[in-house]
């Protein structure tokens, strides 16, 4: 497995913003109109960003984590971080319009972590979505007015323009998963306990981090609850756990001028100290690191 994992080379925004048919905005933001240009690796790659992408013609073919995605005119698909994209081709009238957003940035953007969470749930498990015509020229209109606006160099409230600008696009994909939800078919057993998990997970991280308090809560074994939230989203309830409490400790770093004791108090770390090796442990920076970045 680790042999395997090594493998995997990774693709950041940096190597992105070396295609010539694209604008970014420093290393947190790539738009481009042209993804039918741009140099796809053959070979497995996991992604350092989120993609946004919508396919305006033709086809695009991709495997997401090993499961075979079909793109097709009108689809808008949504990768977030750390999945492994492979086996990448489109074919020659493939047209579309592509986001690349730094996780970083992501983080700066969210005020609340249940603003978007709906959005990058659900597109784990349904990575891809039909869009109706009113709702692509609405994605259509929001790559336009932050494309003109990445480029307004001289705007001296540019960044926070497209902060805004972003932020209010996620609220209109989340609308549309709501409405995809509607009519989507019914959910799976493990599904529905991966769903209340995440959603128990949203509103009581910050309390409670025992997987055993969470399978009690639905009413299952601890051992049910590991297996069934990792068949479904390939982590255990233990790594969706650290990684809301990540955001959390993200959102409050880039959007609050609370102190690093503050935050560790507010997010019931036994001390300052554990915070900030729990932090590290993960990011590979400290708080005020991170901070600062």
């Known amino acids: 497995m680790v042999k395997e994992q090594l493998q995997i080379k990774e693709t950041d925004l940096e190597k992105a913003k070396q295609w010539s048919e694209s604008v970014f905005l420093d290393n947190d933001l790539l738009l481009t109109e042209r993804i039918n240009e741009a140099p796809m690796p053959t070979e497995p790659r996991k992604m ?3 993609i946004i992408g919508l396919c305006t013609e033709g086809e695009i073919v991709y495997q997401l984590d090993g499961q075979k995605m ?34 970083n940035f992501f983080h700066e953007i969210i005020q609340n972590i249940k603003d978007v969470s709906s959005l990058f749930l659900f597109a784990r498990s349904h990575p891809v979505m039909r869009l109706e015509p009113k709702e692509m020229e609405t994605f259509k209109a929001y790559f336009q007015v932050i494309q003109k606006k990445i480029g307004d160099k001289g705007n001296h409230f540019r960044k926070n323009l497209i902060r805004t600008l972003l932020l209010a696009m996620f609220y209109d994909l989340s ?20 769903t209340d998990f995440i959603r128990m997970v949203e509103a009581n991280c910050r309390v409670e981090r025992r997987v ?43 959007n609050t001028t609370k102190s690093i004791k503050e935050i560790a108090e507010e997010l019931n770390f036994p001390n300052q100290s554990f915070f900030g090796k729990f932090f590290k442990d993960h990011l590979g920076l400290s708080p005020s690191e991170y901070r600062e970045s």
């Open 70 to 103: 079909n793109i097709a005119p009108g689809d808008i698909l949504v990768v977030s971080e750390k999945h492994i994209v492979d086996s990448y081709r489109h074919s020659p009238d493939m047209k579309g319009l592509c986001m690349m957003v730094s996780v």
């Open 212 to 254: 055993g308090w969470y399978a009690q809560q639905l009413k299952i074994t601890p051992k049910y609850l590991s297996e069934t939230v990792k068949n479904v989203s390939r982590k255990t309830p233990n790594e969706w756990i650290d990684n809301y409490i990540l955001m959390e400790v993200r959102v409050m770093l880039k």
């Open 175 to 194: 609308n549309i998963i709501y409405r995809v939800q509607q009519h989507d078919k019914p959910r799976t057993r493990a599904e529905a306990i991966f």
């Open 48 to 50: 350092n960003f989120i």
